[in-house]
Each structure stands twice: as C-alpha cells, then as structure tokens.
C-alpha cells in the first residue's frame, strides 16, 4: 500500500492547540534569576577577594545543568600610588558558594609604570563564567573584588548584580 501525504490548506489561529509531548535536548533556558542592581559602599585595599555585597541563589533541576553567570559592576576605579612592584590594578572573582569559580587573580584594570606617582583609572566590569555545578541544590553565586600592590579598589557609587542562567 502506498502511503499518501495530506496537507491541509490552511489553519485556523483561533482554534485552541495543546501540546502533548516533552521537549528533550540540550541548549534550552530553563530559569534566569538575578540578584537586581545593587547600591552601596565598597572600598578596599585588601590583596584578597572581598566581597562586594551581591549575590543571586539558583536551584538547577539537573546535575547536568549548566549555569551561565555574569557579573557586572557599571562602574570602578582603582587609585594609589606606584606599588612595590610597580603593578597596581584590580580584579573580580565569582565564587559559587565558597569556592572561586573564575578569577585566579585576573587584572581587569591595570597599570604598570615604574616611575613615581600616583594615577586613577576607572572602567565597568564584567565577569561571565559557564558553570557545571552537578548539583540540584540550591547554590549562591558572589561578586568579589581585590587591589594589587597598594591600590585601592573603589565601586561606591556604582550599581553591580549577577545574572544566572541555567541552561540544559
């Protein structure tokens, strides 16, 4: 028996449809949740991570879930005078948890000069790591920021916050 091919002619937008089925398949969004713009006071010269105050918790529905985060702070400046090195800068870290999952010290804002004096610079920042978290428990992704060499690092009066996305 030969098999034959119907085609409708037409379809009709104010009929009602249901969808019966699953949708499987790896690549799909399955929740964003962020932490909304975060004001207030940081300042640090500390040449280790500090929180700066922001944070978002996501609860993954699949061990194999992935977790797409960025962090950003619309604004930040490090200032002070030439370091022991001579390299001053800044660097953000996200921490999912406790456990640094992106930063390893990686200078978002630099400035290497060996003569005296002092100098100000100041940029936005962000931060995005993909991460496998093989968990369905809640976890809290952090924002952290640290100084080098005698810099301070300052985001007072700029916003910051932290998108994650959690992607199958």
Known sequence: MALTKVQAEGVNLADNFAFSGTVTGAGKIL???????????????????QSMGCNVAITPSSTSSKIMVWANVSGAYFYGGQGSSGDDGASGAIYRDSTEIYGSNQRFLYHRDTSAGSMEIGMPCVLQVLDSPSSTSEITYHLYMRAFSGSTVNASNYDRSIIAMEIA
């Open 31 to 49: 929740q964003i949740v962020t932490s909304g713009n975060i004001s207030g006071t940081f300042d640090t010269s500390s040449e280790t991570y």
